[in-house]
């Protein structure tokens, strides 16, 4: 299924992504490449199969030695200062933004980009080094490599001045708003618009309703091996799995829920079946300390929304970030209300319904992004107000009557909040009149486009 190889991909590349040691690995076995092809052309010079260019330096052994000793020990010591001061600043700054901002610094592809060329070029510059020898016809003083390195130390010192400006973007806090909100945009866009590759035909067995009933009646229960945060569930192998069993496995967790060692995993029916796809349902998901954006859309409000609320907080006091934690909420929700239809129905090549997975709803995602904010931010109209202007935002977009009333719920809560946290008459007024715009929305667009209740 196509919506499952885009799960399946998203979570190996985010695994893959999250380190600072590969992209700097592949980089070093680069360098590796490099200065093998550059010493096997210094030794053709050195047996006198062809003469090199001007450009490239020379000298004797000594001088070589001194040359490459300079720009490994130079690498390194850059290495070691320029990322032991960023991490110092992050850390500092995550201390009042949040501790995500050192998993986006580990995950940024221009910071794993900059500590591989500074590696390469230290690894490369030893590798020259170690090849200077005695030959039999003077010393292997390798020309070729050295001005090679020297030309790696000059892009080295490109690529210091690009990190210098990239770590002082990516730290500004509305920069890392905008990246967490762009990453929750495309994990709405994957997850919401991904159907079942089957729909079910005359023989496809019962309808989920039916299954649901009987697992809750019938169903054995399988329990977790293991702690952490439910970070992936590969669908296709649970539906394999539960083709091979003749089976139905109910999920009651969505990934980014976290499960206790003994706590149900799956619900399996028929029962007698869950012996043995216990023994095969580790392979159907992972879980790990942290939660990802794979298959969890909720993780990436929750990020907006804790930016927020240390904002908010006495400690911090920032309403101005608050304020654009809100306007990207509102722009990543609009996009929840025109796609979002995921997937909780996975069925075999038959048709037939095997697995049923828990995953967030509209309603849930609406309370998570605009409750806690609400409850921080009482005596603070200023909030309110741009909370309400997200609400009419996301209305304008939203066709569902019942979709339209989980936003009128949250703006009557805002509201209550008002009037009884905000001293000021003036300040009232002025939130009460974009809560009148948002009823007035509303009744627009119940007279223009009402949907009956059976195409809900």
Known sequence: MRGVAIFEADWRRERLRTNLW???????????????????????????????????????????RQILTTIAAAIITVVGLVFSIT??????????????????FIRDRGTQLTLGAFVATFFFSVLVLVSISPGS????VPHLSITTALALTVVDLAVLIYFINHIATMIQLPQVIAGIADDLARAIETQGTVAPAVSGGPDAGPSQDELVKQIESAGATITTSASGYLQYIRHDRLVRIATESNAVIHLPYRPGH???????????????????????????????????????????????????????SAAVNDTFTALTCIDWLSECLCLVTTGWHP??????????????????????????????????????????????????????????????????????????????????????????????????????????????????
């Open 137 to 140: 016809h003077g010393d292997f």
């Open 258 to 312: 976290f499960l206790v060692k003994g706590q149900p995993l799956a619900v399996v029916w028929p029962a007698e079946a869950a012996p043995d796809i216990a023994q095969k349902l580790a392979r159907g998901h992972v879980t790990g300390p942290y939660r990802t954006l794979t298959q969890d859309v909720s993780f990436g409000v929750d990020q907006l929304v804790e930016i927020a609320l240390r904002a908010l």
């Open 22 to 64: 590969l992209v700097p690995a592949l980089q070093a076995l680069g360098a590796a490449v490099l200065a093998t092809v550059t010493l096997l052309l210094d030794r053709a010079v050195y047996d006198g199969h062809f003469a090199l260019p001007s450009w490239v330096l020379s000298g004797a052994a000594d001088g070589a």
């Open 87 to 104: 991490i110092v600043a992050l850390t500092l700054a995550s201390t009042q933004f949040g501790p995500r901002m050192l998993r986006n």
């Open 343 to 456: 997937q909780r129905v996975h069925r075999d090549a038959g048709g037939r319904i095997r697995v049923i997975a828990y995953q967030a709803d509209y309603d849930r995602l609406i309370q998570r992004a605009f409750e806690k904010i609400r409850q921080s931010a009482l005596g603070m109209p200023a909030v309110m107000i741009r909370q309400l202007d997200a609400l009419h935002k996301i209305m304008e977009q939203t066709s569902l009557p019942d979709r339209r009333q989980v936003l009128l719920d949250q703006a009557a809560m805002i509201l209550r909040a008002c009037d009884t946290s905000v001293p000021e008459q003036a300040d009232r007024e002025d939130v009460h009149r974009r809560h009148r715009a948002l009823l007035a929305l509303h009744a627009q667009a119940e007279l223009s486009s009402p949907v009956p209740v059976a195409q809900r």
